[in-house]
Nanobody, 123 residues
Framework: QLQLVESGGGLVQPGGSLRLSCAASKFTFDNYAIGWFRQAPGKEREGVLCIHASGSSFNYADSVKGRFTISRDNTKNTVYLQMTSLQPEDTAIYFC????????????????WGQGTQVTVSS
């Protein structure tokens, strides 16, 4: 039942960086796991990274390992996705989603979704 809003997307050159934000409006935000997902045209939605309510991270995609990191600031009800060394293959709409306490391997188990923010990696 969280209201989620993503921001921070845009156009970046290959090798560049972006930081996405997912802001939530609920005082119990710290009890929720927040995941980042992405969907490119013609492709299935895939998980990127998630952060448990405990603050530990959960990995979905090996393709972003070592390049993307996830963090949360519970005082601001915000989760961040720091993306570095961006590649054209990272171009997609990025969504954040929430479920209670723990990340899930299945995106269908997330209850709340934001509207998405576009990330385009191109020269």
């Amino acid at each position: 039942q969280l209201q989620l809003v993503e921001s921070g997307g845009g156009l970046v050159q290959p090798g560049g960086s972006l930081r996405l934000s997912c802001a939530a409006s609920k005082f119990t935000f710290d009890n929720y796991a927040i995941g980042w997902f992405r969907q490119a045209p013609g492709k299935e939605r895939e998980g990127v990274l998630c952060i448990h309510a405990s603050g530990s991270s959960f990995n979905y995609a090996d393709s972003v390992k070592g390049r993307f990191t996830i963090s949360r600031d519970n005082t601001k009800n915000t989760v961040y996705l720091q993306m570095t060394s961006l590649q054209p293959e990272d171009t997609a709409i990025y969504f954040c989603a929430a479920r209670y306490s723990a990340c899930s391997s299945f995106y269908a188990r997330y209850d709340s979704w934001g509207q998405g923010t576009q990330v385009t990696v191109s020269s």
